[in-house]
């Protein structure tokens, strides 16, 4: 089974840019189709943008993060990538990859395979 894990939080300012990595060991990386997620303290975890299993023939995104945040993915480098532009004080949270064979799926207990999450915060 596949095992992930992120990297690439941190602390920034309100406007700022982060990219997130996510990278995965055993399995077969091109045969998941991967997602992000993120909690923030004392909410629910949340949907923020997933990816087919190329990353070239489907990505979607959360509303809030729509047009701000970019999906990516190196099936050559096992790894799945989170760039966030212009971020906000309410995207303060961990984020989460998460991998499951299947394309097109938001709901948390849908995704098989998590990772640790990483910390962003975003201060105003």
């Known amino acids: 089974q596949v095992q992930l894990q992120e990297s690439g939080g941190g602390s920034v300012q309100a406007g700022d840019s982060l990219r997130l990595s996510c990278t995965a060991s055993?399995?077969?990386?091109?045969?998941?189709?991967m997602g992000w997620f993120r909690q923030a303290p004392g909410k629910e975890r949340e949907f923020v943008a997933g990816s087919d299993w190329s990353g070239e023939d489907g990505t979607y995104y959360a509303a809030s993060v729509n047009g701000r945040f970019t999906i990516s993915r190196n099936n050559a480098k096992n790894t799945v990538y989170l760039t966030m532009n212009g971020l906000k004080s309410e995207d303060t949270a961990v984020y989460y990859c998460a991998a499951q064979p299947r394309f097109g799926y938001v709901q948390s207990r849908d995704y098989n395979y998590w990772g640790q999450g990483t910390q962003v915060t975003v201060s105003s």
């Open positions: 055993r399995g077969t990386f091109s045969t998941y189709a």
